[in-house]
């Protein structure tokens, strides 16, 4: 399995330049609130696990991956640990960077270890749902196709359902949706990050079983 794991990682290894963006653009965001850190440095950091699939459709790697002596499934489980571990790095920078953005962010709600934990859940629960959008739609359809149904538009779709909560809460004022969610949130916090970290577990088992057996019926 950890040679799967370097083996995708070797592979990408052209676009690890682009690394060097991600701690710009976060900077950037905390300068608005650092609250956004951890869950944009998971979506950025986590969004680095499509490359692995362009780099071998471009190289027309499926072939060989499919000459070595390993299951398909075993490539499959490859692919979701590295995007884990890209995932779970994305959460570290974000906790790194808060401090720094937050000297001179317009918001100075610095979120406690409590809340940290929260978003650090929400961002676990965000990166199950992506995850289940696009792996078997990336396993089945390979990197052209699936990227545009498996990730740009769940992310697109996300992103308007979102600003429309907002715009909805602002013409409102408090005591509507996004108010009273941090309430319930701030009064019921454990149960909360337990519950969003459990929904995002059961997301990813159900995308890894899809996607193992989608890529387990593909034809090349």
């Known amino acids: 399995m950890l040679k799967m794991i370097r083996l995708n990682w070797s592979a990408m290894k052209c676009y690890r330049v682009r690394f060097l963006i991600i701690p710009v653009c976060l900077f950037t965001v905390g300068c608005f609130s650092p609250i956004l850190l951890i869950p944009m440095g998971a979506f950025l950091l986590f969004s680095f696990s499509l490359n ?86 990336l396993f089945r359809m390979g990197y052209q196709k699936g990227k545009i149904w498996g990730y740009y538009v769940p992310a697109i779709l996300i992103c308007l359902c979102y600003v429309a909560v907002v715009e909805y809460d602002m013409l409102m004022g408090n005591g509507t949706f996004i108010f009273d969610l941090l309430v319930y949130a701030s009064e019921h916090l454990p149960a909360v990050s337990g519950g969003m970290l459990a929904a995002g577990g059961a997301l990813l088992a159900l995308s890894w079983v899809l996607s193992a057996r989608l890529y387990a019926r593909r034809e090349f």
């Open 52 to 137: 692995p699939f362009a780099v071998e459709e471009k190289g027309d790697l499926n072939r060989l991956y499919l000459t070595l002596p390993v299951p398909r499934r075993t490539i499959v489980t490859g692919r979701y640990l590295l995007s884990l571990l890209l995932f779970a790095a994305g959460v570290l920078l974000g906790l790194a960077m808060m401090p720094a953005a937050n000297l001179v962010s317009l918001s100075k709600w610095y979120p406690d270890l409590r809340w940290n934990l929260a978003l650090i859940s929400f961002s676990f629960l965000f990166y199950g749902l992506m995850s289940l959008a696009m792996y078997p739609l």
